[in-house]
Nanobody
């Protein structure tokens, strides 16, 4: 049983697109900061994007600005990561994470996400971009 359910990973050629989904419970989603992280082989895990579920405020890593879009669907308690113009450097295991349910202080985390503040994690979904 998973608190965060990820899907949408796969293989794509450079320049292609992929959309990742992270489905969770209403309790986990309602007031929270949810983020996407990734870890490539030989690299440390890094933040990709984050979203404040209350009003959709967002954060993006410089490396993905203009290419990736994080969004939410309140009816489905789901957060998405639309990835366009994918590059081989985007190849990684992508993880969905959440800070804390029903925690308004999570807003501050969303302003400058750090993985240490995220207490809930999905299993990850692999994204592979070929040249």
């Amino acid at each position: 049983q998973h608190q965060l359910e990820e899907s949408g990973g796969g293989s794509v050629q450079a320049g292609g697109s992929l959309r990742l989904s992270c489905a969770t419970s209403e309790y986990m989603y309602s007031i929270n900061c949810m983020g996407w992280f990734r870890q490539a082989p030989g690299k440390e895990r890094e933040v990709v994007a984050a979203i404040w579920t209350v009003d959709s405020g967002t954060y993006y890593a410089d490396s993905v600005k203009g290419r990736f879009t994080i969004s939410r669907d309140n009816a489905k308690n789901t957060v998405y990561l639309q990835m366009n113009s994918l590059k081989p450097e985007d190849t990684a295991m992508y993880y969905c994470a959440a800070v804390e349910p029903s925690y308004r202080g999570a807003w501050d985390v969303c302003l400058a996400p750090s993985e240490e503040r995220f207490g809930y994690w999905g299993q990850g979904t692999q994204v592979t971009v070929s040249s």
